[in-house]
């Protein structure tokens, strides 16, 4: 299993523009979660999405954010317009959940290597 | 909403010490419990995890003990070797997510 892939490894961007990262969760798992980590606020949940339905974006910071889930095997998080404080790392991490609930599969979440984004 | 809080932030042992990392957390419905390390520059990895019907789980030199009257859980790691050095979260589940807290940078001297 390859686990889960990120691309691009790296993005360096001027304020203003657009910025799609991408993640293929690891095959046969229905959860798939977005984070961002900075050295200020550590790693923070962005938004999480099960059998490819957003369950939960209170993280998303605010409206320039957006993410989406058009199949099992693929998600984008989409800043635009970005600025200089979005500069992190983003991690997408997957996981196979039977119910939200708590309850059947597996809460073991695998994290994918990770964007850097650099916004200048 | 829930909340993790974890401590020490910063943690130096000489090696073939013992580290502990002490995490509380703040909804009772939590259920389960992982430790994720996160060595410079990379992905966090799952290392150890405990669900709340167990009260104390060992692999190996780590182990991690869940004390859910008290609402808290910590990781112990011993005979500590260079290449523990890291930085270790834990997290508890809340509605089928996991909150981590802020991370201890766990330094190993030789």
């Known amino acids: 299993d390859a686990g889960v892939i990120q691309s691009p490894r790296h993005e360096v961007t001027e304020m203003g523009q657009e910025v799609t990262l991408r993640c293929k969760p690891i095959?046969?798992?229905?959860?798939l979660f977005w984070y961002r980590q900075t050295m200020m606020r550590g790693l923070e949940l962005l938004i999480y999405f099960n059998n490819n339905v957003p369950i939960d974006d209170s993280g998303m910071p605010e409206d320039r954010f957006s993410a989406k889930m058009p199949n099992a095997s693929f998600s984008t998080l989409k800043i635009q317009p970005s600025e200089p404080r979005d500069s992190a790392v983003y991690f997408c991490?997957?996981?196979?959940?039977?119910?939200?609930?708590?309850?059947?599969?597996?809460?073991?979440?695998?994290f994918g290597p990770g964007t850097r984004l650099t916004v200048t | 909403g829930e909340n993790v809080e974890q401590h020490p932030s910063t943690l130096s042992v000489q090696e073939g010490d013992s580290a502990v990392i002490k995490c509380t957390y703040s909804?009772?419905?939590?259920?389960?419990f992982p430790w994720y390390k996160q060595e410079l520059g990379k992905r966090p990895q799952l290392i150890i995890d405990?669900?709340?019907?167990?009260g104390e789980k060992k692999d190996q030199r780590i182990a991690v003990t869940l004390n859910k009257t008290a609402k808290h859980f910590s990781l112990h790691i011993t005979e500590t070797q260079p290449e523990d050095s890291a930085v270790y979260f834990c997290a508890a589940s809340w509605g089928g997510k996991l909150i981590f807290g802020q991370g201890t940078t766990l330094q190993v001297k030789p």
């Open positions: 095959s046969g798992h229905n959860s």
């Open positions: 405990i669900r709340s019907n167990v």
């Open positions: 909804d009772s419905a939590s259920n389960y």
């Open positions: 991490a997957s996981s196979f959940r039977v119910r939200l609930d708590g309850g059947g599969g597996s809460y073991e979440q695998y």
